[in-house]
């Protein structure tokens, strides 16, 4: 972080400002240990993304309202990473600033993930129905899991990357490389967590997962979610083990103003006192993931449904949209394979394009590309499907071609580069915009999460609605999605500021960077 001269003739700080002590630069090791978490926390998420929306509609809540239940992870967001990266900041534990929310993060994932995966089992022994279309406590039951869950995540992913940032020091570059490799790891997570969702027996590890109120497709599930709590409290005990933390002295704090609501000033003062280059990343960033969102919501579903032609629910077309769905699975695990190898290449990449605003820009126009193509492939899946007649005088959907299939597939891969860069490049910038205004860390980090969880609550609130507006498919979604990703990619291009080069920080002047 930047050092200041000590001098008594020193205006007084920003609201938001904290005094930075700057310490040595960690080894490199040290970084990858933190990031690593990353891993076990990425492997929850993507059972989540991939399983829990097919999940939801076989507890009985429909398509048009399963989006909403995605809001519990943009409101706690909202809400919890500003509050944690607070106070992570002025933490003076003897364990370091970071570490005891990360272990307390780890706690909570534990617990959600035993609520969501023993939703159905609690919901039948609290009088849910066997074989009822809607199984009200279930759902309840998993609604209070995933809302646990969701405020774990963000207890621990929040306090993770401003760790990484603090053992960077100041360098720039550092800092950087410290968050591709937690978007690495992120990469290796998400295929962990797709390879464990896409096969179907792996309940038979644990055979009592499976029960007379959850199937296989949920035993399976919850087998899933056994496997990342043991992933994710392994990594986290080492890396809390082996990498330690200064504990942190703050000066003296001026009481003479009297009481005052401490972090809702903070954080208007951090609203207030940022700086042009934070606030372009703010919009950039929103409108990044007004793109994202709904295919992180509904890309299984999507499979399932517009691709295979299946429908939510038993019998052939359900079995046909579950056979989509694990599909999606498999996407998703392509995706995260190119999205954990292009992690490795960011650095690489931007300075071959000419800086990482102009990387961030270009990938930003190829997933508009690529949700624009979801429409192009729904389209050419519905001319050539083909049916079949059953015993019983039904008619039911085939699976589409190995050409449809493939060019379904492919939009998954390509997807994989700009996810990377999602993950790495916006908060490799605010931190390194932090540095420059000496905002802490753990606050600028969420107050840049806000630029993500806001526009993730429209989505969820207006995407089931919108889609069905348009006929109850995910395709309208996909498309304004598409559309946002080409205005971000556009921001980003002619306003996004670069960021200083290569050196350490406290060697730059101070001020915005225009």
Same mark, same amino acid.
């Given at each position: 972080m930047v050092s200041s001269t000590k001098d008594d003739k020193q205006p007084p700080r920003a609201p938001l400002e904290m005094q930075h002590h700057e310490s040595p630069q960690r080894p490199i090791w040290q970084l990858i240990m933190v990031s690593a978490i990353a891993a076990g926390v990425q492997f929850g998420w993507a059972l989540?993304?991939?399983?829990?929306?097919?999940?939801?509609?076989?507890?009985?809540?429909?398509?048009?309202?399963?989006?909403?239940?995605?809001?519990?992870?943009?409101?706690?967001?909202?809400?919890?990473?500003?509050?944690v990266g607070y106070y992570s900041d002025r933490c003076t534990s003897r364990f370091g600033r970071r570490r005891p929310f990360i272990a307390g993060g780890a706690l909570l994932v534990a617990i959600a993930v035993f609520l969501i995966g023993y939703a159905a089992d609690i919901g039948v022994s609290a009088g849910d129905k066997l074989g009822a279309p809607t199984k009200p406590r279930a759902v309840a039951i998993f609604v209070v899991g995933f809302w646990i869950l969701d405020v774990a995540n963000n207890t621990l992913q929040g306090p993770c990357r401003a760790l990484l940032a603090d053992l960077s020091g100041s360098n720039s570059s550092k800092i950087r490389t410290g968050n591709a490799m937690f978007a690495f790891f992120m990469g290796v997570g998400n295929v962990l967590g797709y390879a464990a969702g896409s096969y179907t027996h792996l309940y038979q590890i644990v055979p009592f997962t499976k029960t007379a109120a959850c199937d296989v497709y949920c035993a399976n599930l919850k087998t899933c979610f056994f496997i990342s709590i043991a992933l994710l409290v392994s990594i986290t005990v080492l890396a809390l083990a082996t990498v330690s933390e200064d504990v942190f002295v703050p000066e003296a704090v001026d009481k003479s103003n009297g009481k005052q609501m401490v972090f809702f000033g903070e954080m208007l003062g951090a609203l207030k006192e940022m700086s042009r280059p934070m606030w372009i990343l703010l919009m950039v960033t929103c409108l990044n993931w007004v793109a994202w969102f709904p295919f992180f919501l509904f890309d299984t579903d999507w499979m399932g449904k517009e691709v295979y032609g299946g429908e939510v629910g038993t019998g052939p077309a359900g079995q046909l949209y579950n056979r989509g769905v694990r599909? #999606?699975?498999?996407? $998703?695990?392509?995706?995260?394979?190119?999205?954990?190898?292009?992690?490795?290449?960011?650095?690489?990449?931007?300075?071959?394009?000419? #800086?990482?605003?102009? $990387?961030w820009g270009g990938v930003n126009f190829l997933l508009a590309i690529c949700l624009a193509m979801t429409v192009l492939v729904t389209k050419m899946a519905e001319s050539e499907r083909q049916f079949t007649t059953l015993p019983d005088g039904t008619t039911t959907p085939l699976p589409p071609n190995a050409g449809i299939k493939g060019g379904a597939l492919s939009i998954f891969a390509v997807l994989g580069a700009p996810l990377a860069v999602t993950f790495s490049v916006p908060c490799a910038l605010a931190s390194i915009f932090s540095n420059d205004s000496g905002a802490g860390q753990g606050l600028s980090l969420g107050v840049l999460n806000l630029a993500i969880v806001i526009p993730q609550m429209v989505v969820s609130v207006l995407s089931g609605p919108w889609d069905a507006l348009f006929g109850g498919g995910n395709l309208p979604a996909f498309v304004v999605g598409a559309v946002a990703a080409a205005i971000s990619g556009i921001f980003a291009f002619t306003m996004l500021p670069s960021p200083p080069p290569d050196v350490v920080l406290s060697k730059v002047s101070g001020g915005g960077m225009h």
């Amino acid at each position: 972080m930047v050092s200041s001269t000590k001098d008594d003739k020193q205006p007084p700080r920003a609201p938001l400002e904290m005094q930075h002590h700057e310490s040595p630069q960690r080894p490199i090791w040290q970084l990858i240990m933190v990031s690593a978490i990353a891993a076990g926390v990425q492997f929850g998420w993507a059972l989540q993304l991939s399983l829990l929306t097919p999940y939801v509609q076989l507890l009985g809540v429909p398509h048009a309202w399963s989006s909403f239940i995605w809001l519990c992870g943009p409101i706690s967001g909202m809400i919890v990473q500003p509050v944690v990266g607070y106070y992570s900041d002025r933490c003076t534990s003897r364990f370091g600033r970071r570490r005891p929310f990360i272990a307390g993060g780890a706690l909570l994932v534990a617990i959600a993930v035993f609520l969501i995966g023993y939703a159905a089992d609690i919901g039948v022994s609290a009088g849910d129905k066997l074989g009822a279309p809607t199984k009200p406590r279930a759902v309840a039951i998993f609604v209070v899991g995933f809302w646990i869950l969701d405020v774990a995540n963000n207890t621990l992913q929040g306090p993770c990357r401003a760790l990484l940032a603090d053992l960077s020091g100041s360098n720039s570059s550092k800092i950087r490389t410290g968050n591709a490799m937690f978007a690495f790891f992120m990469g290796v997570g998400n295929v962990l967590g797709y390879a464990a969702g896409s096969y179907t027996h792996l309940y038979q590890i644990v055979p009592f997962t499976k029960t007379a109120a959850c199937d296989v497709y949920c035993a399976n599930l919850k087998t899933c979610f056994f496997i990342s709590i043991a992933l994710l409290v392994s990594i986290t005990v080492l890396a809390l083990a082996t990498v330690s933390e200064d504990v942190f002295v703050p000066e003296a704090v001026d009481k003479s103003n009297g009481k005052q609501m401490v972090f809702f000033g903070e954080m208007l003062g951090a609203l207030k006192e940022m700086s042009r280059p934070m606030w372009i990343l703010l919009m950039v960033t929103c409108l990044n993931w007004v793109a994202w969102f709904p295919f992180f919501l509904f890309d299984t579903d999507w499979m399932g449904k517009e691709v295979y032609g299946g429908e939510v629910g038993t019998g052939p077309a359900g079995q046909l949209y579950n056979r989509g769905v694990r599909a #999606g699975a498999l996407g $998703l695990l392509i995706n995260s394979v190119v999205s954990g190898l292009s992690s490795l290449c960011i650095e690489h990449l931007a300075r071959w394009v000419g #800086g990482v605003k102009r $990387l961030w820009g270009g990938v930003n126009f190829l997933l508009a590309i690529c949700l624009a193509m979801t429409v192009l492939v729904t389209k050419m899946a519905e001319s050539e499907r083909q049916f079949t007649t059953l015993p019983d005088g039904t008619t039911t959907p085939l699976p589409p071609n190995a050409g449809i299939k493939g060019g379904a597939l492919s939009i998954f891969a390509v997807l994989g580069a700009p996810l990377a860069v999602t993950f790495s490049v916006p908060c490799a910038l605010a931190s390194i915009f932090s540095n420059d205004s000496g905002a802490g860390q753990g606050l600028s980090l969420g107050v840049l999460n806000l630029a993500i969880v806001i526009p993730q609550m429209v989505v969820s609130v207006l995407s089931g609605p919108w889609d069905a507006l348009f006929g109850g498919g995910n395709l309208p979604a996909f498309v304004v999605g598409a559309v946002a990703a080409a205005i971000s990619g556009i921001f980003a291009f002619t306003m996004l500021p670069s960021p200083p080069p290569d050196v350490v920080l406290s060697k730059v002047s101070g001020g915005g960077m225009h």
